[in-house]
């Protein structure tokens, strides 16, 4: 017997219990609101796609070609739509499809204070906030989704058509839910340790399964792609990495995935010399990684300070901001170490932010923290501040070179010109394109492919597109072409958007709350009809 069923009949005997009093309340109405509500808030949210997350965790250990994929998405609109199109395009399956909550777009187009820089400078309440929406926007695709269905079964029992009315009531027993994991970036944890706990808390509460922390400076934290970035010494991204842990297990989301992202590859700057109590342990592993100079201790200048290790005096490179540097060409170096003592303290999963999507170059550093951590998975940034298109026919050009081909007929620096768009240069790369995620995952152990900004890019393309038409010549035609008659041929769901806001929930729920008199809006006047 099906939950909806059960309820149906448990409500009956509730109604019954109240007499002639809840005489105008109807069982089956009562079940299908809760149908529409199985989730009643974040935690129950954060705990059932933390089971998810675990299961495809497992699967992936076994099989690399379950890998897990996700776009980021900076509104619940946008991520509801989104998860829409997954399950109308692969049969109603959203396995191992998740969202992400990246905090570039929250800095970007959610912050208060208008666009910013990712530098964790918004406020931020509204990366839990965001996470909330998008859930509140999954949870009422299912609404609407499992309303249509409740239709059907009406339309069905009114043409007495049993097979039909089973048939709906089937899809209704078997109904998958829009709500998929979300991996949520809390950027370097806005504060210390205990400000990273509160925040994670909120994020959780709001249903984060799974959080995202980076090793840089939280009050200088800068975009993954960009100059500038300053990491902290490993105890001090460690406490955070305890603290995301904390929050989980205080919650009862005790399956909580924690993803360690490590700046380390494009960060050439610490603020802080690490803590060191003997040659070797983790301080001392930290510091070994700085630019120094051996001085004498007659060349002590005021204000200096002095590494002493193995009986010699060094002297960390400062600048005049303050910050020390480390030595060029260490950065693959210590990414493996900040990803080994990650792994080691409690992170789930890393995350390598690199300069290029290079399969060969995630994947000889993956090898060698596995030899340490033999099932460490990666979440890696497919991200939109690489220029795939160049990279890639970069890649081939110099893979072909080795190999001896003539390339005599392409200007490797101008690769990106569309005179190379049809050319068989242009064919491989596409082609390494097109396979990038299944080969590093293969190859290189990422276990999670992300976009970072993809709807931020896809918004302001086909806003551009429209306007450029709509304002131009084409006019009205413009939107009509542009959107609408590819909105009815592609079967996108919003081109009916009173639907898609609710306007036939409400109806029905009118219908459950004042029967015969609610006043509808989905009558035979509204324009929506159109659409059939």
Request: net charge negative; charged share 25%; aromatic share 8%.
């Given at each position: 017997?099906?939950?909806?069923?059960?309820?149906?009949?448990?409500?009956?005997?509730?109604?019954?219990?109240?007499?002639?009093?809840?005489?105008?309340?109807?069982?089956?109405?009562?079940?299908?609101?809760?149908?529409?509500?199985?989730?009643?808030?974040?935690?129950?949210?954060?705990?059932?796609?933390?089971?998810?997350?675990?299961?495809?965790?497992?699967?992936?250990?076994?099989?690399?070609?379950?890998?897990?994929?996700?776009?980021?998405?900076w509104?619940?609109?946008?991520?509801?739509?989104?998860?829409?199109?997954?399950?109308?395009?692969?049969?109603?399956n959203?396995?191992?499809?998740?969202l992400?909550?990246?905090?570039?777009?929250?800095?970007?187009?959610?912050?208060?204070?208008?666009?910013?820089?990712?530098?964790?400078?918004?406020?931020?309440?509204?990366?839990?906030?965001?996470?909330?929406?998008?859930?509140?926007?999954?949870?009422?695709?299912?609404?609407?989704?499992l309303?249509d269905?409740?239709?059907?079964?009406?339309?069905?029992?009114?043409?007495?058509?049993?097979?039909?009315?089973?048939a709906?009531?089937?899809?209704?027993?078997?109904?998958?839910?829009?709500?998929?994991p979300?991996?949520a970036?809390?950027?370097?944890?806005?504060?210390?340790?205990?400000?990273?706990?509160?925040?994670?808390?909120?994020?959780?509460?709001?249903?984060?399964?799974?959080?995202?922390?980076?090793?840089?400076?939280?009050?200088?934290?800068?975009?993954?792609?960009?100059?500038?970035?300053?990491?902290?010494?490993?105890?001090?991204?460690?406490?955070?990495?305890?603290?995301?842990?904390?929050?989980?297990?205080?919650?009862?989301?005790?399956?909580?995935?924690?993803?360690?992202?490590?700046?380390?590859l494009?960060?050439?700057?610490?603020?802080?010399?690490?803590?060191?109590?003997?040659?070797?342990?983790?301080?001392?592993?930290?510091?070994?990684?700085?630019?120094?100079?051996?001085?004498?201790?007659?060349?002590?200048?005021?204000?200096?300070?002095?590494?002493?290790?193995?009986?010699?005096?060094?002297?960390?490179?400062?600048?005049?901001?303050?910050?020390?540097?480390?030595?060029?060409?260490t950065?693959?170096?210590?990414?493996?170490?900040?990803?080994?003592?990650?792994?080691?303290?409690?992170?789930?999963?890393?995350?390598i932010?690199?300069?290029?999507?290079?399969?060969?170059?995630?994947?000889?550093?993956?090898?060698?923290?596995?030899?340490?951590?033999?099932?460490?998975?990666?979440?890696?940034?497919?991200?939109?501040?690489?220029?795939?298109?160049?990279?890639?026919?970069?890649?081939?050009?110099?893979?072909w070179?080795?190999?001896?081909?003539?390339?005599?007929?392409?200007?490797?620096?101008?690769?990106?010109?569309?005179?190379?768009?049809?050319?068989?240069?242009?064919?491989?790369?596409?082609?390494?394109?097109?396979?990038?995620?299944?080969?590093?995952?293969?190859?290189?152990?990422?276990?999670?492919?992300?976009?970072?900004?993809?709807?931020?890019?896809?918004?302001?393309?086909?806003?551009?597109?429209?306007?450029?038409?709509?304002?131009?010549?084409?006019?009205?035609?413009?939107?009509?072409?542009?959107?609408?008659?590819?909105?009815?041929?592609?079967?996108?769901?919003?081109?009916?958007?009173q639907?898609?806001?609710?306007?036939?929930?409400?109806?029905?729920?009118?219908?459950?709350?004042?029967?015969?008199?609610?006043?509808?809006?989905?009558?035979?006047?509204?324009?929506?009809?159109?659409?059939?």
């Amino acid at each position: 017997m099906s939950t909806y069923t059960q309820d149906i009949d448990a409500v009956a005997k509730l109604r019954e219990s109240h007499g002639s009093s809840w005489d105008a309340i109807d069982p089956e109405s009562v079940a299908r609101m809760r149908a529409q509500n199985k989730f009643k808030h974040g935690l129950d949210i954060a705990r059932y796609t933390a089971n998810i997350m675990r299961a495809d965790m497992e699967n992936y250990d076994k099989d690399s070609s379950k890998y897990t994929q996700s776009l980021g998405c900076w509104h619940g609109f946008i991520g509801q739509q989104k998860m829409i199109s997954i399950k109308k395009h692969f049969e109603g399956n959203t396995d191992r499809r998740y969202l992400y909550l990246s905090g570039w777009m929250v800095a970007a187009l959610r912050s208060e204070f208008g666009p910013l820089p990712d530098q964790s400078m918004h406020e931020k309440t509204s990366v839990a906030a965001l996470i909330e929406e998008l859930y509140t926007f999954l949870r009422q695709a299912d609404a609407r989704e499992l309303n249509d269905l409740f239709r059907e079964v009406d339309a069905a029992r009114e043409a007495g058509d049993k097979a039909a009315e089973k048939a709906a009531q089937d899809k209704i027993d078997n109904h998958k839910t829009h709500i998929v994991p979300i991996i949520a970036d809390i950027d370097a944890g806005f504060g210390n340790a205990e400000a990273t706990y509160l925040l994670a808390k909120k994020m959780i509460e709001a249903g984060a399964c799974c959080i995202q922390i980076e090793n840089q400076v939280s009050d200088e934290k800068q975009c993954g792609h960009q100059d500038g970035k300053v990491t902290v010494p490993h105890e001090d991204f460690l406490a955070k990495i305890r603290a995301v842990r904390y929050a989980f297990l205080e919650l009862g989301v005790d399956n909580g995935v924690i993803v360690a992202r490590t700046d380390s590859l494009g960060a050439g700057l610490t603020k802080q010399i690490a803590v060191t109590n003997e040659p070797g342990d983790l301080g001392d592993q930290y510091n070994s990684f700085l630019d120094c100079e051996e001085i004498d201790a007659s060349e002590l200048a005021n204000g200096d300070v002095i590494i002493n290790r193995e009986g010699k005096l060094l002297r960390p490179k400062r600048l005049a901001s303050n910050l020390f540097q480390f030595r060029k060409g260490t950065g693959e170096a210590r990414c493996i170490l900040d990803s080994i003592t990650s792994l080691q303290n409690g992170a789930d999963l890393i995350w390598i932010e690199t300069e290029k999507p290079h399969v060969r170059q995630i994947g000889g550093m993956m090898d060698e923290i596995r030899k340490v951590v033999p099932n460490a998975k990666l979440v890696y940034n497919n991200s939109p501040s690489f220029n795939w298109t160049l990279n890639f026919r970069q890649q081939v050009f110099d893979a072909w070179s080795e190999e001896g081909k003539d390339v005599s007929a392409y200007n490797r620096d101008n690769l990106m010109s569309a005179e190379y768009d049809n050319t068989e240069l242009s064919a491989a790369a596409d082609e390494k394109i097109r396979t990038f995620q299944a080969d590093a995952a293969r190859e290189a152990g990422i276990f999670h492919h992300l976009i970072t900004l993809p709807t931020y890019h896809t918004a302001a393309l086909s806003t551009d597109n429209l306007a450029k038409e709509y304002f131009g010549e084409q006019g009205m035609l413009g939107y009509v072409k542009g959107v609408q008659r590819k909105e009815i041929r592609q079967g996108i769901a919003c081109v009916k958007h009173q639907n898609m806001a609710g306007s036939d929930i409400g109806d029905d729920h009118k219908e459950y709350f004042a029967g015969d008199a609610a006043l509808k809006a989905g009558g035979k006047d509204n324009t929506m009809n159109q659409f059939g």
